[in-house]
């Protein structure tokens, strides 16, 4: 099993190559959960991998609450199907709430600012109301609780993590609007412990596969002990492959997939910044030599460019330039992009979504 092989596999499980999904909520449930730093590129992310690579049919589902937005796990906002997001809450948020207190002491923050902003928030949204994140930070407020700096930031993170708001529906604009949990997703999954980690670790390798142990422990954040149980819960759903001596889990399915779309998986692909591709794993030695590593994360600052992948390599950077139709798009190789490369990344920037 060679290297590039095991890239090729994460391109056909993750849907990137091969026969798209038939909506964007099944892409998330695939994923278990999909970067969502930038919302606009988390749209892309998920429709490039629909049969149809629509960005309409992303917003329209969240707009019809099958997906929502919010901060399950790391610290980091993700796109993930709605009836997930409180066990992934109950089994996740607890950790990167934890780590915060260093940091809410470096911001004057206290629990009692932040329940005060829960019940100010609660009686803003009560009823169905939907509000923009300018429009929630304002009466927080205006409640007597400060919202300056990073307090704001940090205070609806909080409030998201521990059940009270999401991300759900947009606007005309684009931009997605805060709502309470608990009216937006009225039929939640839970689940015990136990249950809830071998659930996350069988999505993880199904939709991430081939990856390790040590791959899901970064993904969702959590100590390497509990992505072992929960890689041993879900083993019987999962297929195994050795590389280089490392276990690696995935879809039973997936070799067969890959079979079926080769070609594409080989071929050059598109990608936004911050996609599962690049992030959902430890080790980006698969699919990046280390003396490009600043070249897609730029002083390690957490910003992801867009990346071409060629070969189920990343081997450039791309980036519209321009508005409207004098848009254009602008790639950066790390060394070389021949003359037929370059004229493949124009028609790929032309059929994404």
């Known amino acids: 099993m060679t290297v590039q092989e095991v890239s090729l596999l ?7 190559a091969g026969p798209g999904a038939a909506g964007p909520a099944d892409v998330v449930r695939r994923l278990g959960a999909v970067q969502g730093q930038d919302f606009p590129g988390a749209v892309t ?9 629509r960005r309409k049919d992303v917003e329209a589902a969240l707009d019809d609450g099958e997906i929502v937005r919010s901060w399950p796990m790391r610290g980091t906002l993700h796109l993930l199907a709605a009836d ?9 948020a607890g ?6 207190t260093a940091r809410w002491a470096q911001l004057g923050l206290e629990e009692s600012d932040a329940e005060r902003a829960r019940d100010i928030v609660t009686a803003a949204l009560a009823g169905g109301r939907r509000m923009r994140r300018a429009d929630v930070l304002a009466a927080i407020e205006d409640g007597g609780v400060a919202t300056t700096g990073q307090r704001g930031y940090h205070l609806l993170a909080y409030l998201a993590r521990t059940g009270t708001l999401c991300l759900g529906p947009t606007d005309g604009a684009g931009e997605q609007l805060f ?3 608990d009216d937006w997703v009225r039929a939640p999954r839970r689940m015990p412990r136990e249950e809830a980690l071998a659930e996350l670790a069988r999505r993880f390798f199904l939709g991430h596969g081939p990856a390790t142990v040590h791959d899901l422990a970064r993904w969702a954040g959590i100590p390497l002990r509990n992505a072992r149980a929960g890689s041993a819960a879900a083993r019987p759903d999962l297929a195994v492959l ?6 690696h889990l995935l879809d039973p399915s997936t070799a067969d997939r890959l079979a079926d779309c080769r070609e594409e998986a080989g071929g050059l692909i598109l990608l936004p910044g911050f996609d599962e591709f690049v992030l959902g794993y430890r ?6 030599d280390s003396e490009f590593a600043q070249r897609i994360a730029p002083g390690n600052n957490g910003m992801f460019r867009p990346t071409v992948v060629l070969g189920g390599r990343i081997v450039g950077t791309w980036q519209w330039t ?21 004229a493949q990344i124009l028609e790929a920037a032309g059929r994404l979504p």
């Open 322 to 342: 321009g508005r409207g139709a004098k848009r254009v798009v602008t790639a950066t190789p790390f060394t070389t992009f021949s003359e037929p490369v370059t």
């Open 242 to 247: 050795e590389v280089d001596g490392v276990e």
């Open 45 to 53: 992310s998920v429709a490039l991998r629909t049969a149809v690579r």
């Open 95 to 100: 950790r990167t709430l934890a780590g915060l």
């Open 10 to 16: 994460r391109l056909a499980a993750q849907w990137v």
């Open 283 to 288: 080790d980006r030695s698969v699919i990046l």
């Open 179 to 181: 709502v309470l949990l």
């Open 84 to 92: 997930d997001l409180h066990w992934m809450l109950d089994l996740l």
